[in-house]
């Protein structure tokens, strides 16, 4: 047997792991006992990564080009040289004839930092739009306005290690417990060797991690800029805050301090829902303890003011001075594997590489040069609900889909089934040939996936980490940098540019890729100069930034008070309380959550293949107050149709304790395909937060009646 260490492919957390395989074929899966995130630890996931892997799993691989000539026929298998030129051929046929704002690519936060590197050079670079997104845009992009608008940079400023030197641990928007084991099993081992370590968890349900909580605020859906504001009016009350930090290093406070006067406790207790004493015994612990980290995730990004959500509670951390010192500081928590590896490199449509800003023409001179191109556009390319949109009004009409699954995890599903089944050309670039997205490729293409293919991710703590192949690709599937470079250079010929193509994609490994992406890193905040993939192969996973001749990574930005925005200051910004997209009304009377379970990863095209993982919970199922089912007939089993404006959904119901009444739950993990034809998104709305364009996935009004068959 041999053994080939990589990192998990599902969260954030970014666990190492050791791939066990004989014979070309995964066997199994252990915790890598020398990885810094997780120290040998697995959840139940990242444990059964072995039974999704090819062979016993090759029913549900896409394993041959196949094109398909006409939509009322299937796709045929075809070969690489006729899918590749064919894409090429209609890609600069649209270019040509409607300008390259005509095309788009949507990728994933589950791509490799390489894979990414070259999808943005090809779109940016070659074809000359901005239009690059992928689903980290539903996921993180309003932490990363977040961090831009009140530290200057997109930069999570803690590490896990942080979690031990913790005094207190502000949880908000996040099911830790669930979404993110191993980082919560840390905090468990915290609160172990520190008795006195405060937890306080922010949450409209009782989670399993608002269960292990010292103080739990279950307040209504979509009122953190309320609490938060309402905690800095007791800071400033009780003189709980610095005056010294900020006086030293913010600026903006008094405008500030004199919006959040109106958030009194009282005020606050009524809009959020929550008791007044629960809102000042907060502030206190986050205020007084030696060391406050808070913890934030999708419960904060998925709404239509994540950016201001994310401010509101970094404001806190900069009036306490809770930030640059162990322990102490605001930390996101990333939903995917390589989220930060794609923002490193500038994939998202309004990003460009190592963190430059698209608005500056000499950061975009910087990266035309680094690429050999004249220019790159200016305008930002259209994020991912615009871009689905664009693609229904024809106003795109080819699109690149890699990695993902929009026609599940977008919001309003009715829309997007629309807009592509309405594109001109559709390619997807996919491991997996049984998601929804595939059923409306014109051109599926087989990417290879976990323990297949080589590369880097970057977890929600800046540590770069290899993944690596233990076994060769099923089928004819190929690496998505491969394929990625290969259709570049084809398109080059069919666009008249076949030098400059050939010249800027020479590349003939993944380290090749990766070398120039950490030359575009040279003095950016993200600076890897330093690193080398011999170095990570050799001591492992590094933190950025990690500058040529430095020893080692950052495990704490701004430990110096100085922050990357004009001043050198890091920027209260002024938030005030909103209210969600839409709000319950006597047609659509509850409030709906979504989330996530402890055994399911997203839209499930790999952890659906874990009959193991369907133990915990085996269906979707809409979790509901015991009042709200008593008014409405129903008993735990009963099929609901759960209704909102833009369609319906049939479930079984089941009572839970976890919510108050008014509200009720469904896990996100299951589509169309799995759910006899309606996913839980088709009930979503798309309206998106106005800096971030993230979309409100978290909240919609909904009625939910006995479901009646016919
Ligand atoms: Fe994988 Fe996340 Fe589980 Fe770690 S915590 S094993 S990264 S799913």
């Known amino acids: 047997m041999a053994e080939t260490k990589s990192t998990c492919c599902y969260c954030g957390v970014g666990c190492g792991v050791v791939i066990e395989h ?3 074929r995964i ?13 040998g630890r697995l959840c ?20 041959y ?5 006409d939509r009322n026929a299937g796709r045929e298998r075809v070969s ?10 209609r890609f600069a046929a649209i270019i040509a004839e409607h300008g390259p704002d005509a095309v788009a690519v949507y990728g994933a936060g589950q791509l490799l930092t390489e894979d990414y590197y070259v999808f943005n050079k090809l779109v940016k670079g070659l074809i000359g739009t901005n239009n690059l997104d992928t689903n980290s845009r539903l996921c993180m992009s309003s932490a990363v306005a977040g961090y831009k608008l009140s530290l200057g940079a997109d930069a999570p400023p803690c590490s896990y290690e942080d979690i031990a030197h913790s005094h207190a641990l502000f949880i908000t928007g996040s099911n830790t417990a669930f979404a993110h084991p191993i980082a919560f099993r840390r905090i468990e081992d915290a609160r172990k060797a520190r008795p006195g370590m405060k937890l306080v968890v922010v949450d409209p349900r009782r989670t399993d991690t608002a269960e292990a909580a010292d103080l739990h605020l279950p307040l209504l859906p979509g009122t953190d800029i309320a609490l938060y504001n309402a905690m800095l009016h007791v800071m400033l009350w009780e003189g709980w805050v610095n005056r010294d930090y900020i006086e030293a290093h913010t600026e903006g406070f008094d405008a500030v301090k004199k919006a959040v006067r109106e958030y009194t406790p009282a005020m606050a207790a009524t809009l959020c829902g929550l008791e007044k004493k629960a809102i000042e015994q907060a502030a206190e612990i986050f205020a007084t303890a030696p060391a406050t980290m808070s913890m934030y995730c999708q419960g904060l990004n998925q709404y239509s003011f994540g950016t201001h959500n994310n401010s509101a509670l970094i404001n806190l951390h900069l009036a306490t001075g809770q930030i640059g010192r162990p322990g102490a500081g605001p930390f996101s928590l990333t939903g995917q594997p390589n989220a930060m590896g794609g923002r490193e490199v500038g994939g998202l449509a309004n990003l460009l590489s190592a963190h430059r800003d698209m608005a500056n023409p000499e950061h975009r001179a910087e990266v035309a040069a680094l690429w050999g191109v004249d220019d790159v556009p200016a305008q930002p390319g259209k994020s991912a609900v615009e871009m689905f949109n664009g693609l229904r009004s024809g106003e795109i009409k ?3 889909i890699a990695c993902t699954n929009p026609a599940q995890s977008m919001p309003d599903q009715a829309l997007i089934h629309e807009a592509l089944a309405k594109a001109e050309f559709v390619v997807v670039q996919e491991a997996f040939g049984h998601t929804e997205t595939c059923a409306y490729a014109d051109l599926l293409l087989p990417a290879t996936t976990w323990g297949e293919k080589d590369g880097t991710v970057t977890n929600s703590e800046r540590a770069i980490s290899r993944v690596r192949a233990a076994v060769s690709a099923p089928g004819e599937a190929r690496h998505d940098w491969a394929i990625v470079v290969d259709f570049a250079r084809r398109l080059g010929i069919h666009m008249g540019k076949a030098d400059l193509a050939a010249r800027m994609f020479p590349y003939t490994t993944p380290e090749s890729i990766w070398n120039e992406h950490r030359e575009s890193t040279r003095s950016r905040d993200l600076d890897i100069t330093g690193l080398s993939y011999s170095l990570l192969e050799n001591a492992g996973p590094q933190q950025w930034p990690f500058p040529e001749g430095a020893d080692a990574g950052k495990v704490r930005l701004y430990e110096d008070g100085v922050f990357p925005t004009p001043s050198g200051k890091a920027r209260f910004v002024l938030t005030e309380h909103r209210i969600t997209a839409e709000s319950p009304s006597a047609r659509y009377p509850l409030h ?8 399911q990863w997203h839209g499930m095209s790999r952890t659906g293949l874990v009959a193991r993982l369907y133990s915990h919970e085996p269906e979707p199922m809409l979790h509901m107050h015991k009042d709200d089912m008593e008014r409405r007939g129903l008993a735990s089993g009963d099929l609901v149709q759960v209704k909102s404006k833009r369609g ?11 919510l108050r009444p008014g509200q009720t739950f469904v896990p996100m993990h299951w589509g169309g395909n799995t759910m006899g034809g309606q996913g839980v998104n088709v009930l979503l709305p798309s309206a998106f937060d106005p800096y971030s364009k993230q979309p409100e996935l978290k909240h919609a009004a909904v009625q939910v009646e006995k479901y009646k068959a016919g």
């Open 27 to 39: 066997t199994g899966v252990r915790g890598d006992p020398d990885h810094p995130a997780n120290f």
């Open 80 to 89: 690489w040289d006729t899918a590749l030129d064919t894409a090429a051929e």
């Open 398 to 400: 080819a699109i690149w």
């Open 592 to 599: 709906l959550n979504t989330g996530r379970l402890r055994d």
């Open 44 to 63: 139940t996931k990242g444990s059964t990564l072995h039974l999704s892997a090819a062979p016993d799993t090759l029913i549900a691989r896409a394993l």
């Open 65 to 69: 080009p196949a094109l398909r000539t």
């Open 22 to 24: 004989e014979a070309g």
């Open 648 to 658: 319906d959904v049939v479930l079984k119901v089941l009572e839970s304790a976890t």
